[in-house]
């Protein structure tokens, strides 16, 4: 619930998109916050107050001169307890007008009036978009300090293709849990694995193991939210890339270490081996699929040690902040410390427990050189966010570029 207790106003503007809108109250508040609903006249064509105003559990408001609000200050009270106004969709005309600081509608008002954020999730046809009003506009409010959430680029209602579509609902959900997340890493370059890996023994075969790769995936999506620049080296799953996060698609852990040492290479400032890494690779694999009939019994398996990705990047002349995970069975606190100076790492986490593969909770336990400290038991998303923070305070404020 990563925007619990916000309360979020959303406005709505007079575009095909308006029809999302009634998904994104969902997602807001599936995401934990409360969402007043203000929309324009010309959104009402598109859909109805009464479908909001059921999603929402809230009187929506349309009218300037409403007077369901007692003062009649609608305009100022509809904004004062929200946490962020958001306009999604945002018509090109509805751009013009909060460029301009027009005042003729209830949500131009409002959105003149506040003193939260705004951020704007445009949806246009694309030339629309690229008509040098709209581009002016645009560029009005990003100096004015708006945020602009898209556009996204793709089919539009019109049968075009091109640049102006809104953003998905859960995509623009995921920019404001961003926006509202403390910038504990901003500035930083973060690398990390994440997921099984994949050993072939032929064609059609090969060795994996049980990790879903959901708490390497929370890991960078939490560093995302705080800031970074993300490169994200994942194994086999089918889990969706988290928004603004750049991802290699590897296989075994060869590839795994060239992926993570080529993306730690230029100025990575934290690396996070998050991956269960196969610890060894088959030197006999066929490049044929194996026949039972061809072999005749049962097939022999040489293998080999593959390489310790975490403690080769931890090896290198000037290495980054480098951070382990570990599962162990016993011993937890013993046999996670001589791991982490086996590995030569500042920061090793430890599940508690190894039935965590494929659950969306994980109970974490730190092991730094002071000693240990717990997370606690909480969903992975929940524990990526803590460890970002205690990553954040173990590292420091960045360098300024012209103090290097
Ligand atoms: N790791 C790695 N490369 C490997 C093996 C492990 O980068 N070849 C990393 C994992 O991503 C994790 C940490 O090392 O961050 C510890 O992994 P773990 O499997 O617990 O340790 P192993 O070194 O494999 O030791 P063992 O399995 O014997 O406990």
């Given at each position: ?8 106003v959303?406005g709505?503007t ?24 203000v929309?324009t ?23 300037q ?8 200050m609608a305009h100022i009270e509809l904004s004062r307890?929200a946490?962020a106004i958001?306009i999604?969709?945002a018509?090109?005309?509805f751009i013009g007008k909060l460029a301009n600081g027009l005042c003729d509608d209830l949500l131009g008002t409002l959105c003149v009036a506040r003193e939260c954020p705004l951020l704007v ?16 506009n645009?560029?009005q409010l990003?100096?004015d300090g708006v ?258």
């Open positions: 619930m990563e925007l619990n207790k916000r309360h979020i959303l709505v007079g575009g095909i998109a308006a029809y999302k809108a009634a998904e994104l109250v969902r997602e807001l508040q599936r995401a934990g916050a409360t969402v007043q609903v929309m006249r010309a959104a009402t064509h598109f859909v109805t107050p009464v479908t909001f105003q059921a999603l929402s559990a809230r009187p929506v408001f349309v009218d001169w409403d007077d369901r609000i007692g003062n009649n307890s946490d958001l999604a969709p018509s090109a005309d999730a445009p949806a246009m046809n694309r030339q629309m978009w690229s008509n040098p009003a709209v581009e002016r645009v560029a990003r100096q945020t602009l959430l898209g556009p996204d680029s793709g089919d539009q209602a019109c049968g075009e293709i091109g640049l102006g579509r809104m953003l998905e609902p859960p995509a623009i959900v995921e920019e404001l849990v961003a926006f509202f997340a403390p910038r504990l890493l901003a500035g930083r370059r973060v690398v990390v694995t994440a997921g099984p890996t994949y050993e072939a023994i032929d064609p059609v075969r090969g060795i994996t193991n049980r990790s879903s790769g959901k708490m390497g995936f929370a890991v960078a999506r939490a560093c995302r939210h705080a800031g970074a620049e993300v490169h994200l080296v994942a194994g086999p799953t089918a889990l969706p890339t988290p928004a603004g996060v750049t991802r290699s698609d590897v296989q075994s852990a060869r590839e795994m270490c060239d992926a993570a040492l080529g993306a730690c290479a230029p100025g990575c400032d934290i690396f996070i081996a998050v991956a269960a890494v196969a610890d060894w690779q088959v030197t006999n694999a066929s490049a044929r699929k194996l026949k039972k009939d061809e072999i005749g019994s049962t097939p022999e398996l040489a293998f080999a040690e593959n390489p310790d990705i975490l403690q080769t990047v931890a090896g290198l002349p000037n290495p980054p902040y480098c951070v382990g995970f570990a599962a162990e069975s016993e011993d937890l606190a013993r046999n996670g410390e001589s791991k982490r100076r086996r590995k030569g790492v500042p920061l090793l986490v430890a599940n508690i427990g190894h039935e965590t593969f494929g659950l969306d909770d994980n109970e974490l336990l730190l092991i730094d050189e002071q000693g240990t400290k717990p997370l606690g038991r909480a969903s992975k998303d929940e524990l990526a966010r803590l460890l970002v923070a205690e990553i954040a305070g173990r590292i420091g404020q960045p360098v300024a570029e012209d103090a290097k």
